[in-house]
């Protein structure tokens, strides 16, 4: 059998291996397949706000960015062949797709995320979301061991901001160069809560839908660096759904609903407190009635399990919590998705073809805030908690017509066939054969 040739690529993220969440998944799914061609050497840059303990073997290493001086050094080290590097304009992210560009290394940019609504979202809100997140107690998305505080907080964004500092003065910026970028930089950042700038494009940008396409070309991307895939983490959710059956519940039984609460604290969007009211406040409208049921499935990596399980204690139900199971899994057991925001469970529900009512109550503005997943004939939506009941026996009568799902599916996912992971490996096969 002839040897694999050996390639190395880096990937810098803000959790460590082994956290599930949709990015990671994404990765390993998107690999697996160039694995097939090459035998890859996984470099993974770690952004968290302590020291992890280093992994090194001849698939993986792990490296903290707390020992490295800048970007371009751990690329002179590294020497990678190709970097692998999320869209979202995070201190790190930037300074890799720099650095990359730099160095004339092949960077493959993803924009994996799903699509936003921003249209609800005011520049001032967007502020306040920054600062929620500069100012709290704890930092999402942490796996290290440190106490929470609001100054560890700060100190870990100083630290990632010190980093791209660091990665432009080798990449020869002068002073007036540092304030010019900086100061545009950070008001992007502030003004918008998911911002693109053409600056940070990859050489190939991955992207899940034509939404994203149409995004970055209008923030001038160039267009034949734009390429659809789909998301590569629903290929298994594909060939999945086809074994699940569809399910009616007996009208004698009592409604079974999963509330898959959005992470809008722990990005800024809304204040701990006045979300921990409002999930409360559901719950117990829901189970003031005799005829329901409710569990929570929070997000796998994003939300903390000890404070819903605290939060839990203050209603006087009996309800299950959820987070590292497998929400396809679960979705078998309930007839009925609560969610609301931006939350991308959305997705695995109408996958399923179970009923999802959006909340639209969940804002920190006096007008409801539109939900991204929202599509008529397909979903519902409750924009007053009084109505919530309703709301949810409206959506359990409801079924989904074949040609609004093939249209859901494919607005949201771009290209849903189970083959987004394969089109991926081609690109990378692609930029890579021709370096």
Known sequence: MEKKKRITILLPRNKPPGVHDLIASVIDISLKKLKQRYAIKLVWVVFQPERMNKIKNDDLETMNFQDHHDAVKILEQTKPDLIFV??????????????????????????????????????????????????SSKIAADHSDGKNSK????????????????????????????????????????????????????????????YWITLLKKNNFLENSLILVGSPYFDEVYEKIKNFPSVKLSQKQKTKILFCPAPFHEHGYISKTKEEKLIIKVINEILNDGNFEIDIKIHPSTSSFEEYSELLTNVKYDIKLYQKEDLLDLLENYDVMLTYGDS????????????????????????????????????????????????????????IPNNDFEKYMNEYLGIFDGKSSERIANHLLKILEKK
């Open 86 to 135: 999320d869209g979202s304009l995070d201190f790190f992210n930037v300074a890799f797709t720099l650095a990359g560009k730099f160095k004339k290394i092949p960077t493959v940019t993803w924009f994996f995320r799903w699509s936003y609504d921003t249209t609800s979202i005011t520049k001032w809100m967007s502020i306040k979301s920054r600062l929620r997140i500069l100012f």
């Open 344 to 399: 991308s469970v959305a997705l695995f529900g109408v996958a399923m073809k179970k009923p999802v009512v959006f909340s639209n109550f969940f804002t920190d503005g006096s007008k409801p805030r539109s939900n991204t997943y929202h599509y008529d004939n397909i979903t519902i939506e409750c924009n007053q908690i009084e109505s919530l009941l309703s709301k949810i026996n409206q959506a359990k009568l409801s079924t």
């Open 151 to 210: 100054w560890r907080t700060m100190s870990f964004f100083i630290k990632k901001y010190l980093f791209l500092i660091n990665t432009l003065k080798v990449m020869n910026f002068n002073i007036l160069q540092l304030i010019q970028f900086t100061g545009s930089y950070i008001v992007l950042l502030m003004l918008n809560l998911h911002p693109v700038h053409e600056k940070f494009s990859g050489d190939l940008n991955l992207c899940l839908n034509k």
